[in-house]
């Protein structure tokens, strides 16, 4: 997925006309700490809900302050992880998408990408959850798919976490069948370690209660 699909105009971009106290109005609206300047199709920055409170007279338009403004942004072309990157780096509550062109397209959410996040890691799919531990040089992911595929099953999504310590990796993945206990058996057998497993009864309120809490926390 690419920048380009994600890209909102739910919440708008300030001009140098607007006041700081019409910014902290908009932030507050938003549920963001963060807002782009733009004047005519022109990504000037982004200001902060910190740099407005720092303003000795935020009820006077914006331009008449020496603000210096971050400029982060990424292209409509960049892959969704180069804006999950930028998004983590710089602690962003949004991030502003440009064309080739550096016009101004609109912005991505802290809010946009979690929810984009658990819908493509199947969050709220039925099914089970199968922790793997592999040596790194011992990882194959069609072996692991086969096995996984023998027992009428499918992989719905999976990701890797290494330790840059360690030469085990943990492969979690979420599988559509909440009666996993044929393919945890079949693992055994290929001796491949299983560390964790959760079948949907056990998870799935839990894990649709964490994602509620966490959409609420980025409300707040």
Do not use: C
Not at 2 to 18: F, G, H, R, V
Not at 197 to 213: A, G, K, V
Request: glycine share 4%.
């Amino acid at each position: 997925m690419l920048a380009e699909e994600l890209i909102s105009d739910n919440i708008p971009p300030l001009k140098t006309s607007d006041t700081g106290l019409k910014a902290l109005n908009w932030m507050d609206e938003f549920r963001v700490s963060h807002l782009p300047i733009v004047n005519n199709q022109e990504f000037l920055g982004l200001i902060s809900d910190t740099d407005i409170l720092d303003l000795n007279a935020p009820e006077e338009p914006l331009g008449n302050h020496p603000i210096s403004l971050i400029r982060p942004f990424v292209y409509e072309t960049e892959h969704i992880y180069e804006v999950l990157k930028m998004v983590a780096r710089m602690h962003l509550t949004l991030i502003p998408v440009l064309n080739a062109e550096n016009h101004y397209l609109g912005n991505i959410s802290l809010r946009g990408l979690v929810e984009h996040f658990a819908q493509t890691t199947s969050v709220q799919n039925p099914g089970g959850i199968i922790i793997l531990e592999l040596n790194q040089n011992d990882y194959s992911l069609a072996q692991i798919a086969r096995i996984v595929e023998e027992n009428d099953t499918k992989i719905l999504s999976l990701f890797i976490n290494s330790d840059p310590d360690s030469t085990k990796i943990e492969l979690t993945l979420k599988v559509n069948r909440e009666d996993i206990r044929a393919i945890i058996a079949s693992f055994v057998r290929y001796n491949i370690t299983v560390k964790a497993t959760f079948q949907q009864s056990e998870f799935s309120e839990d894990l649709r209660n964490r994602f509620d809490l966490f959409m609420n926390y980025i409300n707040m």
